[in-house]
């Protein structure tokens, strides 16, 4: 199938190469000429393991490339999925302009196209935004929604790190759409992909993502709230939750539910907010949902108070991303945590091989130029180098090189942020966050 897919970020991207791999041609379409420019050469638009060599080996195939022109990708594909950004407003609302904006672009290229078009909203988008999209198609194009395109809701569940794998593997695939032209043209693109293809209402499929993201946030501040209280009265937080997690009946998954440090990155606290907004703006009170920032962010002060108690003013980071295999620092903790430090006069050093200022870009950049705008000061390019000038080593993601080099440090402090207990429990130099 000739698919056209708009936005070349993190879910745009992977979709890319993905779907490139399963025996279609795809037309990769993005406002930013640099990342256009990295697709035409072969090359991805984002740091995420596995997708430097799929990008390239399926360009080499001839079955991607990318254009700035709506207009071209439209007329040259059935099916267009929409990857692109819905950041929230200083409200908490989602900002929709980048959707608006290309369905009134999308509307006018219809105009001049006879076949049948299918639009997949891929962004998470809260429910109504599928039938605004198709009113607003409709009333530029003149063509009638349902007989001459349909808009289809296509949620992800990819996690950054693993989103190759991820889009191959997923939970399932939710497809939600009325029109049989369309569930039909979605399920033909997916059925190579090893999950079972559900169908939903369109304002199902909208809203799943947040609630699967609120729920997610939720697991991740239960669990720590539950470890701060066990390692209060000397009980064994891991223990505890690998007992807990033992219920596998009720729908809970192990994945989160692990005692660790504060949950970050684009989607968890986006979309905890945007559902808080819409339960708001429907004058529901929800204490619950609501307290679920406020605990992460006592999670982000008792690191800080971990950290300072020591009373030692040399601190070094290993990651500052919020995950592993990532240079994604939109909402990561570590960046909260150094960026206090710094504040209250602490000499800082990081090491990330993942994170290079000078490849940092769009929100991405924005987010640590707000927060720590000397970053490339801080970022050091050798392990060993931060270690020996360090006089405590805090772990804040899992990359697997930290855990050999560590394994041997016995005159520096090591704070573990991330929980890899089993490595180093044993060490008298080593503290876990709330383990």
Sequence with gaps: MNISIFGLGYVGC?????????GHNIIGVDLNENKVNLINSGKPTIVEKDIDELINEQFLAGKIRATLSTEEAILNSDLSIIAVGTPSTNTGHLNLEYIFKLSTDIAQVLIKKNSFHVIAIRSTVLPGTCAKVAEMIESISKKKNNIDFAVASNPEFLREGTAVYDYYNPPFT??????????DCLKNVYENINSEIMVAPVKVAEILKYVNNT???????FVNEVSNICKSVGIDS???????????????????????????????????KALKTLAHDNYLDTPVINSID????????????????????????????????????????SVIVIETLLGKGFNISIFDQKVSYSKLTGRNKEFIDNHIPHLSKLLVD??????????????????????????????KVIVDLTNLHQYFGSKQNYFGFNW
């Design 14 to 22: 992977v979709s890319l190469g993905c779907l490139a791999k399963n």
């Design 174 to 183: 939710l497809i939600g759409s009325e029109n049989p032209q369309a569930i």
């Design 215 to 221: 729920f997610h946030a939720l697991k991740v501040s």
């Design 238 to 272: 891991n223990k505890v939750m690998d007992i807990f997690i033992k219920d596998t009946q009720l729908n809970i998954s192990p994945y989160y539910l692990k005692p660790g440090f504060a949950y970050g990155g684009s989607c968890l606290p986006k979309d905890l």
């Design 294 to 333: 406020e605990s992460n962010g006592v999670q982000i002060n008792r690191a800080l108070d971990l950290i300072t108690n020591f009373g030692k003013k040399k601190i070094g980071f290993l990651g500052l991303s919020f995950k592993a295999e990532t240079d994604d620092l939109r909402n990561s903790p």
């Design 382 to 411: 050798s392990l060993d180098k931060l270690i020996d000038e360090s006089e405590i080593i805090v772990i804040s993601n899992k990359d697997k090189q930290y855990i050999e080099i560590l394994k041997g440090i016995e005159d």
